[in-house]
Every structure is written in structure tokens, then in C-alpha cells.
């Protein structure tokens, strides 16, 4: 120890080596000697990076960020849908720690932890003789306390590398901040409350961070359960989390481990007998892979879960910036009961795994919403949250904004309702009739909300699907049979205004969350991309006798102290009157009873729905609902890439795809399953007369699209053929015309 060495090796007292030795333990001293147990030229090196002088003006409170820990998210029968953190922590008290945990730790990492103050005298004057003897780093100093403080700079420097390295910098400004808040955190906590609060904090290794979590990771148990062997194995594994990982490389942790053992026999922990019989034993792994995130969601719920996510991460109301809510979002520790009901969501995944397989060349999309509360009871897709073959991270359900679809996808004659509750709304009488032929041009010219109208300079077209189809209608049979002429008619006699205030009440707004466009294709045969959820949501307000209510996810968060978070509110409001919602239940109550969704229609319940096909077939939906449950339903290809023409579709093939046929059968299949053992009650309908006109017409029932003649026409409303799955280009990119004379989806709707 007196032997000198050359300055060029590092060797030799330092003065302030020798200095510290003289003093003893002051408070600057000892502040000194925490930040020097190191070889003399690198503690002389890194002297000139830190300084001592500011000791008084450090803050005398350490501010402990709240440990970030694990999200649970729950359905609303508070079962456990997915986990998701970003550090997988879970706080645990002291008394539900292994003894033996607690005196691994403390034997390895501080021995004299209840001998000491914030410092440790002999430990600082031992370390620095022996490092200054092996002109290394053999020994360290710094106490449990320290380590602590440590650690909590680096908790709240978060996943920032910057301030990750800025605490953990080695100078000797940083250790005497470290140590004067050790001497805080020894005064306020005391011992118990340290050692449980280092335990929690600590990272060891393979996304684990506190000793509940590595428990669970390492050994697929509770750290009360620890015996003495694998509390041995992680207390050394905080040495090093990388060098003594147990999975890859179980010798060097074994070593390590038995290192653990001996250190609690030599200060009596344990006996030598105990410890050597330790020693003998094989590590003993059981590994729990890390279960992180929507992706490893149960019920197929993993997209619903990250529309969760999506919603904290947006809504003002989990804080004002996106920068706060992703920060308590990241903090975890919070348990999030959803809306979501088991009993609806296993209905929706059974009716999707009967009906489409992942490997189509087509997917679908189902969403389930409570009428009067705004509640997702049920949502998922026919390919899977991933991102090998056949999955997907877009979300088919929802918006852009919410991880869907660019655009949302045209929903064809689905939005005739819309256009009808606009026409009753404004004063039409549901015996509204209109001459309907076969085929007519659009109008010359339709109202727009702006009062320029919409002018048909291009020659326009629109017909029905089959040549029988001639009028004159009334609304009942032309909702009921989905009488495309019938209802350009109505818009021209309606105007567009009314239908886009209708369509701004129901929440109905694209895929990309703007408004639907004044065009008579978008307003009429539903051109326009729109989401499932938005579909939802919006017919749930006929069934809720015309109040609309904002769709929600979250029914209440709960933090990791027990606290209640705020959460956003269903927002209801009139979209139109109780008068038009009972016509509009009334005239959709007759497609599924004997119109175009017959063979969707319940049986058992009062129903009601509407089916939709586009141009071309590249898309087919189905949308309906009962007094209390809303749902729709999208078959077609994310890239709008596939006409559903001589195509297998969950193992059946289909000459021709049509809203009755195959979006039908699964919505009447998801609902079914979601409402079996609920209520029945049933709508106020009203007589609206439709005399029989005894004429001898094929109107095809079960077939109802915009338009079937092969021509150019309808290409999904968002474009041509996507180059990837969930992403839509934007009409104008394709030459389409969102102004006069334009059908708003780049692809000629009725031409």
C-alpha cells in the first residue's frame, strides 16, 4: 500500500487521496472521496470535468419522478386484455420481498448498509487503497444510498441517451451532487424505505426493471417467492445486467451467483453449510418472454388496444400537450378498464374466423357500439395485428388519426339512410315518390351548402342494378330494394346542404377526418371513404331515436396509487327527431325483413340495416343495428386492388360479392353471439303506406351496388390500387375531379 508508483502507470496518492485519508470523513470530504475511488489520473482527469465548489448551492430536495411501471388494460368485465410499458416494472412494498432477496442485495452491493450513514467512511479509504494498489478499479464505494440517487437520475431521464448519459457521467461534480441527496434520501427515508425503493428501481436485465419483475422474467414467480439461490442470482445480476444475463450465458452467471453466496455466508446471512449447498444447485431458470404491448393482446383485441392508446395519446384530457399525455403514458402504471365486453368480442372473432381467413385476398372489418352511450363492445379484422405475411398493423375499423386507412373505405348504398333522414328532416313525407327510371343523367345542377352549385358539366350517369328496375317509387320499396335513381332524384330535389348538416350531426366525416365531399356520388351512393367505426356510431343514433353519441373506449383509469384519472365522455347530441328516427327504423326495418338484407336480418330481435356494394365490387358492407346494439361490417381489399368477382372468401366462392351475401352473414352471425341472453326490446315503427304496384320485376334482391356494367368506374373512393396494405392515394393524385362536375373519388362514380 505504500509501495509509490510511477505517475505514467497511474500510481501513487493523489493529493487529494492523501488528504481525504488525513481529514477523515467530513461532509465535502467524503463528498470528495466518493468521486475519487478511482485510479489517481483518471480521478485527476476527471476533476477537471466536475467541480466540488458548488456543494451548498445543489438543491437540497431530490424530486423522485414516479417509477415508470406497467399498463394493464382490462375489457369491461375486468378481465386482462395486454400489458404495455416501457419499462416492464412492477412496484412491490418490502414485505413482499424475499428476506433472502433483501440480504443478497445488501451483502454484494453494501455490507455495512446498516452500519453507515449516506457515506461510507472505511468503505471510501478500503476502495481507494485498493484500487490505488491495482491501479484499477477493483473496489467500488458508493453506498446502497448512492446507488439509489443514481438510479432515480437515470429513471428520470427517461429513454432520453442525452440525459441517460449525463447521469451516469463520471465526474466528480455529479458524485458530491449524488451524495449530498444521499444525505437527504438517509434522513427522510431511513434504511428499510431505501432498500425498497433500490430494489423497485434497479434494472436487471432483459427488460426487467425492479426485483418483481425479474422474479417473474428469470424465474416465472412473485419476489416474495425467492429462495436463496435465485435471490443470490439477482442480487449479482445488478452488477452487470449485460456480463452475468442468465440467459445468455448461464456459466458467468452461475459464477457470479455463487460469488452472491459466499459474500452472505462470510457476514453471516447464511451459514457456509448453506451456502455451499447452494452453490451446487443449477440456476434453476424458469423464463417468462417479455409480454409487451397490443400485439400480445387476447380476444383478437390487439387492434382495439391500440386504438386505446391512441385515444390517451390524443385526447387533452390526459394532458394539454402531446408531449405530457406520452409521458404519462410511458410513466405506466396504470390500469385501463375499456369498454370493450368479452361476450360481444368473442362473437365478433368467431363470426370473422367462420367467414374470412387471413389468407384471403380480401379482409374484413367488424365494430360493435352501444346505441345511447357511444360504447366499442366489439372490434376486430380478419388480418391479424403484425407484421409478417397475411397481418397488418393498420387497423380497418377506424380513422387514420387512429391507426386506419388513409381514406376509410366507400361504403356505397350504406349511406342512402343519411340522405333519407336529410330529405325527412327538411319536410319530405316518407311516401316521397319519384319517377326512378333505369338510368338517368345526374342533374344539371344540385344546391350546395356554399349556394354554388355543384354543376353537372361532364355528362354524368347514374343507373340501377338491374334494367327492371323502373319507377315511379316511393321511399320505402327504393330504400328496401336500394333504388340508386331514387335517391340521385332525392338529392336534386333535397339539395346537398341538408344531407352534409345531417351527415355533420351522425359524426360521419372521411377516413383522413375531413368532411364528406358536396359531390352527388358522395352524398348518393356513397363514393366516399368512411370507416366501420364511424358507420357504427352513426347508424347507432337512428337506433337511439336520433341522438347521436360519440364513440368511447375508456371507461375509467386508475393510477398505480389508487388515484382516478379523468377520462374522456360520449358527447350525445340530437341529430334529428325522434318523428325521422322512427321513419328511418321503419324503411331499414324493411330491407332486412324483405329487402336487399334479408338474409342478413335477425330472426329473434327487432332489426334493421342496410347493404352496400361499390362499383367494381371492390367493396361490400353491411351496417345495422337492434334498439341497444349497433354494428357494421366491411368486407373488400385495404389496397382497393380486388374486385370480389369469381373469388373464394373464407373457403365459399362467390360469383359476385354483395353486401346481403357476405358482409351480412357476419354481421347477423357477430351480433347474434353479442346479444344472445340480453333484452329484445323492439323500435316504435310507423305506418308508411307502399301500395303494391303488381309489376312483374327482378329486382335482385340481396344485390345492391352502385353500378355493375364493367366500365371505368368506381375504384373505392380513395383511389386506384394501394401499394400497401391500409394506405389509400388520394383522389387528386389519380386525376380525379373533387370540384364541379367531379364525383369526389377520382374514379367516376355513375358516369
Known amino acids: 500500500m505504500g509501495k509509490k508508483r510511477s505517475a505514467g502507470s497511474g500510481g501513487g496518492l493523489s493529493p487529494a487521496q492523501q488528504a481525504a485519508k488525513f481529514l477523515g470523513v467530513s461532509v465535502l470530504a467524503g463528498a470528495v472521496l466518493a468521486g475519487i475511488a478511482l485510479p489517481a489520473a483518471g480521478a485527476l482527469g476527471l476533476a477537471a470535468k466536475g467541480s466540488v465548489e458548488g456543494f451548498d448551492e445543489i438543491p437540497a430536495n431530490l424530486k423522485t419522478p414516479p417509477l415508470s411501471q406497467r399498463t394493464t388494460i382490462l375489457d369491461n368485465q375486468g378481465g386482462k386484455l395486454a400489458t404495455v410499458y416501457s419499462r416492464d416494472r412492477t412496484v412491490v412494498p418490502l414485505d ?63 429513454d432520453d441517451p442525452t440525459k441517460v448519459a449525463q447521469a451516469t457521467q463520471q465526474t466528480i461534480g455529479r458524485k458530491v451532487r449524488e451524495l449530498k441527496y444521499a444525505i437527504q434520501v438517509e434522513d427522510e427515508l431511513g434504511k428499510k424505505k431505501i432498500l425498497a425503493n433500490y430494489l423497485n428501481i434497479t434494472y436487471f436485465g432483459q427488460q426487467a426493471y425492479g426485483v418483481e419483475a425479474a422474479a417473474q422474467r428469470y424465474f416465472s414467480k412473485h419476489a416474495k417467492d425467492l429462495n436463496v439461490q435465485e435471490s443470490a442470482l439477482l442480487a449479482g445480476i445488478v452488477q452487470s445486467p449485460s456480463r452475468y444475463d442468465p440467459v445468455n450465458d448461464e456459466a458467468e452467471a452461475k459464477k457470479r451467483r455463487n460469488v452472491v453466496l459466499q459474500r452472505m455466508a462470510e457476514v453471516h446471512d447464511i451459514s457456509r453449510a448453506e451456502a455451499e449447498k447452494a452453490k451446487e444447485t443449477p440456476l434453476g431458470l424458469k423464463v417468462s418472454k417479455p409480454q409487451n404491448g397490443c400485439i400480445t393482446a387476447v380476444k383478437g383485441s390487439a387492434f382495439f388496444c391500440d386504438y386505446v392508446r391512441r385515444v390517451f395519446l390524443s385526447d387533452p384530457v390526459f394532458g394539454k400537450t402531446k408531449e405530457d399525455r406520452a409521458k404519462v403514458w410511458n410513466r405506466g402504471g396504470l390500469t385501463v378498464k375499456t369498454t370493450l365486453d368479452p361476450q360481444s368480442q368473442d362473437s365478433v372473432q368467431a363470426s370473422i374466423q367462420e367467414n374470412v381467413y387471413k389468407s384471403d385476398k380480401v379482409a374484413t372489418a367488424v365494430t360493435l357500439v352501444e346505441p345511447g352511450t357511444g360504447k366499442i363492445l366489439g372490434m376486430g379484422q380478419s388480418k ?40 325527412l328532416e327538411s319536410g319530405k313525407p316518407a311516401t316521397q315518390q319519384y319517377p326512378a327510371p333505369y338510368d338517368m343523367p345526374y342533374p344539371k345542377q344540385v344546391q350546395t351548402c356554399s349556394g354554388k352549385p355543384w354543376v353537372n358539366d361532364g355528362g354524368y350517369t347514374v343507373e340501377n342494378e338491374n334494367e327492371s328496375e323502373v319507377g315511379p317509387y316511393r321511399l320505402k320499396e327504393a330504400m328496401e330494394k336500394s333504388i340508386n335513381t331514387y335517391f340521385v332524384q332525392m338529392l336534386a330535389d333535397t339539395g346537398m346542404c341538408p344531407v352534409v348538416q345531417m351527415t355533420d350531426k351522425l359524426g360521419v366525416v372521411q377516413g383522413n377526418g375531413t368532411k364528406v365531399p358536396e359531390v352527388p356520388s358522395s352524398m348518393t351512393l356513397g363514393s366516399t371513404g368512411l370507416s366501420p367505426l364511424t358507420m357504427a356510431s352513426a347508424y347507432a343514433a337512428f337506433a337511439n331515436e336520433g341522438t347521436y353519441c360519440t364513440p368511447i373506449a375508456i371507461e375509467s383509469i386508475r393510477t398505480a396509487d389508487g388515484k382516478s384519472l379523468g377520462v374522456p365522455k360520449t358527447k350525445c347530441s340530437r341529430a334529428m327527431s325522434t318523428e325521422t328516427a322512427d321513419k328511418i327504423n321503419t324503411l331499414l326495418s324493411g330491407v332486412t ?49 380486388v374486385e370480389m368477382v369469381n373469388i373464394p372468401i373464407g373457403g365459399r366462392f362467390h360469383d359476385k360479392v354483395y353486401g346481403a351475401d357476405t358482409p351480412g352473414p357476419i354481421w347477423r352471425s357477430a351480433m347474434t353471439g353479442a346479444l344472445s341472453g340480453k333484452p329484445a326490446p323492439g323500435f316504435n315503427l310507423v305506418d308508411i303506406p307502399d301500395p303494391d304496384k303488381n309489376k312483374d320485376k327482378d329486382r335482385d334482391k340481396g344485390r345492391d351496388k352502385g353500378r355493375d356494367d364493367g366500365k371505368p368506374g368506381d375504384d373505392g373512393g380513395n383511389g386506384d390500387d394501394g401499394p400497401l396494405p391500409g394506405i389509400s392515394i388520394p383522389p387528386d393524385l389519380l386525376g380525379g375531379n373533387n370540384g364541379n362536375g367531379g364525383n369526389g373519388n377520382g374514379g367516376g362514380w355513375g358516369r
Open 96 to 158: 413482499e420481498i424475499s428476506p433472502y432477496m433483501q440480504k443478497a442485495l445488501v451483502a454484494i452491493e453494501d455490507s455495512r448498509f446498516y452500519e453507515h450513514g449516506a457515506v461510507d467512511a472505511k468503505g471510501i479509504l478500503r476502495a481507494i487503497n485498493a484500487n490505488a494498489r491495482d491501479g484499477g478499479v477493483s473496489q467500488g464505494a458508493s453506498t446502497l444510498t448512492q446507488q439509489y440517487v443514481k438510479n432515480v437520475f437515470i429513471e428520470e431521464a427517461g
Open 384 to 423: 391479424p395485428y403484425g407484421y409478417s405475411k397475411n397481418e397488418t398493423e393498420y387497423n380497418y375499423s377506424v380513422d387514420a388519426a387512429y391507426g386506419g386507412s388513409n381514406y376509410g373505405f366507400p361504403t356505397g348504398s350504406t349511406f342512402k339512410p343519411f340522405l333519407a333522414s336529410a330529405a
Open 593 to 641: 325483413d324483405s329487402g336487399t338484407g334479408k338474409t342478413a336480418g335477425l330472426q329473434d330481435r327487432a332489426n334493421a340495416g342496410k347493404t352496400g356494394t361499390t362499383d367494381l365490387r371492390k367493396n361490400a358492407w353491411f351496417v345495422g343495428y337492434t334498439p341497444n346494439l349497433s354494428g357494421a361490417v366491411w368486407v373488400g381489399s385495404p389496397q382497393q386492388n
